[in-house]
């Protein structure tokens, strides 16, 4: 197959139908795309003189004038133009997959690079290599596999996201959040403490769905993602990505379920695994039967359902077991309840004799009923106590390799840390566990300091003294979750 030598035609574009995500300083809420816009990550133009962007918002304009659009040519997409963009948006400074070769590496004969990858590509001997497996802490004594992909995969899996994004994104429900453009975690907490503040909600469903990322069905996958894509060779590339396989100390390992986590394509794979099974079910079967009010959010695989009726939630509990069941999903039980929750739930509580309301953890906070000044309700959030745990016991092993560092590079790192802390963890009412925090990082540090010491030991006047002239951050409450909430519903009105 013969392609055309289109990439000395490339040139920087600026299109009028530019998605707001592609331009500067809108690379998303939710997730940073980790480069900055120099002139040449500008749309590349295609041979018949359309840009990448152009191209992609027209199937994104396809999928949304007809939900029932089934695409069956995605696969030529696939041009040796957007593989120059996707290469573009590529993380740098990552570590190397199975074949050792680094982002700088593939970069420096790239155009050779891309026309290979595009003659394999369509050609159908292009095969993704198994991901190198790692396991990263948890810092809770746990960990969790983490797959490398090489740069070349990444390449692949990016371009391919670019091209679905532009149909599911049409299809996922407005509270759906998580791997999502220009969504975040604090806009999903927004929107949740609004249902709770402003919604009839008397009941909270917590459920956990038991390994998501590595139980789900690839086969179920590839059927529900035929719903919306009929081209065979899209579909079976996708197919050789579920099926490469992990390195793991050498050794070849299959995988027969699940997705690789840390791979590019994985969440937008499970988000349309999760849309279907979950989602989609709520929505057109679910709510219809339901007595009262309710609603669902979702974040990745962390969801909570809201209810204004007791029976609507155990009724729902009762069937989202069986309904992820015949996803091969299963509900983690000790980790599911249902608790009285929501703006009467204290007057409930002392009516019914069950003492306080009960909790619930959602995106790194605990979750608990409160009280303004004037005394009314108000949804309050903490940094979780295992959050709180697992950031502190990273710290502890931060230091623990920093022995050799000079504290004077070593001392901006830290407060690199902490000011990243603070901007998630910063929200209303949060402010005693973000004092918390640094006073334990404080002691950490000084802890530190006194293993460096000849003495062994740091008094606290000395260690003042220290940072003094060192000082640590301060915490600061960055966002306001409240304001979020209400700018949400009101540009939503519009």
């Known amino acids: 197959?013969?392609?055309?030598?289109?990439?000395?035609?490339?040139?920087?574009?600026?299109?009028?139908?530019?998605?707001?995500?592609?331009?500067?300083?809108?690379?998303?809420?939710?997730?940073?795309?980790?480069?900055?816009?120099?002139?040449?990550?500008?749309?590349?133009?295609?041979?018949?003189?359309?840009?990448?962007?152009?191209?992609?918002?027209?199937?994104?304009?396809?999928?949304?004038?007809?939900?029932?659009?089934?695409?069956?040519?995605?696969?030529?997409?696939?041009?040796?133009?957007?593989?120059?963009?996707?290469?573009?948006?590529?993380?740098?400074?990552?570590?190397?997959?199975?074949?050792?070769?680094?982002?700088?590496?593939?970069?420096?004969d790239l155009k050779a690079n891309l026309r290979d990858l595009l003659e394999r590509l369509h050609r159908g001997s292009y095969r993704p290599k198994p991901s190198l497996r790692k396991n990263i802490s948890k810092g809770n004594g746990k960990t969790r596999p983490l797959g490398i992909a090489c740069v070349e995969d990444k390449l692949v899996q990016r371009a391919i996201v670019m091209i679905l994004e532009k149909i599911y994104e049409v299809d996922f429900y407005d509270f759906s959040y998580g791997y999502r453009p220009r969504r975040s975690c604090h806009e999903a907490l927004a929107t949740l403490g609004g249902i709770i503040a402003t919604q009839k909600v008397n009941w909270i469903s917590d459920a956990d769905i038991k390994g998501f990322f590595d139980n789900l069905s690839q086969s179920s996958l590839v059927d529900l993602l035929r719903k919306?894509?009929?081209?065979?060779?899209?579909?079976?590339?996708?197919?050789?990505?579920?099926?490469?396989?992990?390195?793991?100390?050498?050794?070849?390992?299959?995988?027969?379920?699940?997705?690789?986590?840390?791979?590019?394509?994985?969440?937008?794979?499970?988000n349309v695994y999760l849309h279907y099974v979950l989602d989609e079910w709520f929505e057109q079967e679910v709510r219809p039967k339901l007595k009262g009010e309710s609603h669902l959010l979702r974040f990745a695989d962390d969801f909570i359902a809201c209810f204004e009726v007791e029976s609507d939630a155990v009724r729902y509990q009762a069937v989202l077991s069986k309904r992820l069941a015949r996803f091969s999903l299963s509900v983690a039980e000790e980790k599911t309840k249902l608790l009285r929750f929501g703006r009467f739930a204290s007057r409930d509580s002392q009516r019914f004799g069950e003492g306080a309301p009960g909790t619930f953890d959602f995106l790194g906070f605990t979750h608990y009923c409160g009280q303004s000044r004037a005394g009314k309700f108000k949804l309050k959030r903490k940094t979780s106590g295992k959050k709180m745990r697992v950031k502190l016991t990273e710290i502890r092993l931060w230091f623990h390799h920093q022995l050799s560092t000079p504290v004077g590079e070593m001392w901006p790192t830290l407060n690199a840390k902490l000011r990243g802390h603070y901007q998630y963890y910063g929200i209303n009412d949060n402010w005693p566990l973000l004092m918390a925090y640094r006073s334990e990082v404080r002691r950490l540090a000084k802890r530190h300091l006194g293993r460096r010491s000849q003495k062994s030991y740091v008094s606290w006047t000395d260690f003042t003294g220290f940072t003094d002239l060192h000082p640590l951050v301060n915490p600061k409450c960055l966002t306001d979750l409240i304001a979020m909430d209400r700018e949400r519903r009101s540009t939503k009105g519009k």
């Open 1 to 108: 197959m013969t392609f055309r030598e289109s990439d000395d035609r490339i040139v920087p574009l600026r299109s009028e139908s530019q998605s707001e995500s592609d331009k500067p300083g809108n690379a998303g809420v939710g997730k940073a795309v980790g480069i900055s816009r120099a002139p040449d990550l500008a749309p590349p133009v295609l041979s018949d003189g359309t840009s990448v962007i152009i191209r992609l918002d027209r199937t994104s304009q396809r999928a949304e004038a007809d939900p029932e659009a089934v695409f069956n040519n995605l696969f030529s997409m696939l041009t040796y133009e957007l593989l120059w963009y996707a290469f573009r948006r590529l993380k740098r400074g990552k570590t190397p997959g199975v074949d050792n070769v680094t982002l700088e590496d593939y970069e420096q």
């Open 228 to 270: 919306r894509i009929s081209d065979p060779k899209l579909l079976r590339l996708i197919e050789r990505f579920l099926k490469a396989g992990v390195m793991i100390d050498g050794q070849f390992q299959a995988t027969e379920d699940g997705v690789p986590q840390g791979a590019s394509l994985s969440p937008l794979l499970a």
